[in-house]
T-cell receptor
């Protein structure tokens, strides 16, 4: 079992829909990252969280440390949001990130 | 400047060639990373440099040789690669590693490597 599990693996929605991507982890962490990767492209860091909630434009990320769970929400989704969204955690005491398998999001016009 | 740059964007090389990938950041970050990413898979960590010293080598074959000539530059020297080494190679940087400091990683656009 992976230390970081994302769901769903694939998600297709219509433009304007509210999107939720989930991330669960099984280890103690010092921080959790949400990353975005467009097809064939590099990775963009969206959020780094250690508690609570962060908002940037139409994107909202939440984390519940006790439940070892984080969610990424996209409001008023748009075709340009189509990308792979990756959850990654920094394990306590470790120097590297542990990545989830990613969620492939497709927003249709 | 909040950017990590990588050159070249694309590289095609034969198994006998020697080539280098370059990564640069001017954010004053003291930790730099090389990742390898195969299609539809998450990135896999290869190397971490901290204050220009190799901190982590994830048992990477010696045909990949990293170099950190100064705090802004990170190179990955390639020699005698195999076709299965074809992948997207991503560089990243962060202010620091370990428990102290801001560990948010900033990624470059990657170099897409094809080994023939």
């Amino acid at each position: 079992k992976n230390e970081v599990e994302q769901s769903p693996q694939n998600l297709t929605a219509q433009e304007g829909e509210f999107i939720t991507i989930n991330c669960s982890y099984s280890v103690g962490i010092s921080a959790l990252h949400w990353l975005q990767q467009h097809p064939g492209g590099g990775i963009v860091s969206l959020f780094m969280l250690s508690s609570g909630k962060k908002k940037h434009g139409r994107l909202i990320a939440t984390i519940n440390i006790q439940e070892k769970h984080s969610s990424l929400h996209i409001t008023a989704s748009h075709p340009r949001d189509s990308a792979v969204y990756i959850c990654a955690v920094r394990v306590q005491g470790a120097q590297k990130l542990v990545f989830g398998q990613g969620t492939r999001l497709t927003i249709n016009p | 400047d909040t950017e990590v740059t990588q050159t070249p964007k694309h590289l095609v090389m034969g198994m006998t060639n020697k080539k280098s990938l370059k990564c640069e950041q001017h954010m004053g970050h003291r930790a730099m990373y090389w990742y390898k990413q195969k299609a539809k898979k998450p990135p896999e960590l290869m190397f971490v440099y901290s204050y220009e010293k190799l901190s982590i080598n994830e048992s990477v074959p010696s045909r990949f040789s990293p170099e950190c000539p100064n705090s802004s530059l990170l190179n990955l020297h390639l020699h005698a690669l195999q076709p299965e080494d074809s992948a997207l190679y991503l560089c990243a940087s962060s202010q620091a590693i370990g428990l102290a400091g801001n560990n948010e990683q900033f990624f470059g656009p990657g170099t897409r490597l094809t080994v023939l």
